[in-house]
């Protein structure tokens, strides 16, 4: 399988994947994610194999009635006031909030397929980010990430199309040049590809540039993608090569403004006769170097 097949594989798979991560990010709405919320604390204060009626004492078969006797009974034994550690008022809290889905119809019949089949481990984007609320810079990294990934992928998309666009030109300037039959010639000949003008020589096709040049043409000289081309490994150095130029101009400012203010200018117009003057010096400095190094070359 060549490595353009493969990419197109991959780059495939990953559309289905997204789709498929899609479709899961759709099917669970806020009461889900209440309901998940719920989970995840329980587990954290009782345990992995805590659920809703096992900390009440009760049986996923029970009434109202049943849950209502059992709430009191463990509210009084979790209530901040009998219990004054840290964590009781988010424990009583929790037990409010686990009444009020049992004790819905629908909400608790949702409860009790999470029950049956398992909470689900990808839960949404929406649920992790009200969650976790993640801040400006978590979410500008994560940004940078798929931005990242997605500039990879255009990367290889132009590296094949590039390499696909190079044998084209060569194929049809080959066949004008040799005629249908390709039947291989060792003279040079002019063609015109796409309103392009080429030169084919026997097996070289090169492209005529307007400057005069002839660039030979080569699939093989097109560069491969790297990783560290995608703009999450570029962009720090771009930015430290900006701060860099910006911090030596303002360095080189302040040298030139420290030397004037130790001269002692008076005006501008002082200031800038002498900046006239170096530049004559300078130039009468270069053209004397230029001068001798045609003496010594002749």
Not at 31 to 51: R, W, Y
Not at 117 to 130: A, I, L
């Amino acid at each position: 399988m060549s490595s353009k097949n493969r990419f197109i594989i991959f780059s495939f798979s990953v559309f289905l994947l997204i789709l498929v991560f899609s479709s899961y990010v759709k099917a669970w709405d806020n009461e889900d994610h209440e309901i998940f919320t719920l989970v995840d604390d329980l587990e954290a204060f009782e345990g992995d194999d805590v659920n809703f009626y096992s900390w009440l004492g009760l049986e996923p078969t029970a009434t109202e009635e049943d849950i209502n006797k059992a709430y009191r009974k463990l509210s009084l034994a979790v209530h901040p006031d009998k219990n004054p550690d840290a964590k009781s008022k988010e424990r009583f809290a929790l037990l409010g909030a686990i009444k009020k889905i049992l004790r819905n119809p629908d909400m608790r019949k949702r409860y009790n397929f999470f029950l049956k089949n398992g909470v689900p481990k990808w839960r949404g984007t929406g649920y992790y980010y009200s969650r976790y609320r993640p801040g400006l810079g978590t979410v500008l990294i994560g940004l940078l990430v798929v931005g990242s990934f997605l500039h990879y992928i255009i990367m290889w998309v132009n590296y094949f199309q590039d390499k696909s666009r190079i044998r084209y030109y060569i194929k049809e300037s080959r066949e004008i040049a040799w005629g249908k039959r390709m039947k291989k010639q060792q003279t040079k000949k002019r063609v015109f590809v796409n309103d392009l003008p080429f030169m084919v020589e026997g097996d070289h096709v090169s492209f005529l540039a307007d400057d005069g040049g002839e660039y030979v043409l080569n699939e093989e000289t097109v560069v491969r993608p790297k990783i560290t081309d995608v703009m999450i490994f570029v962009l720090p150095g771009w930015f430290y090569n900006n701060v860099k130029k910006q911090f030596s101009a303002k360095k080189s400012n302040s040298l030139v403004n420290s030397r004037y203010e130790k001269e002692g200018f008076s005006s501008d117009d002082e200031r800038d006769e002498v900046d006239d003057n170096l530049r004559n010096k300078t130039k009468r400095r270069r053209g004397g170097n230029k001068r001798q190094n045609s003496k010594l070359k002749s």
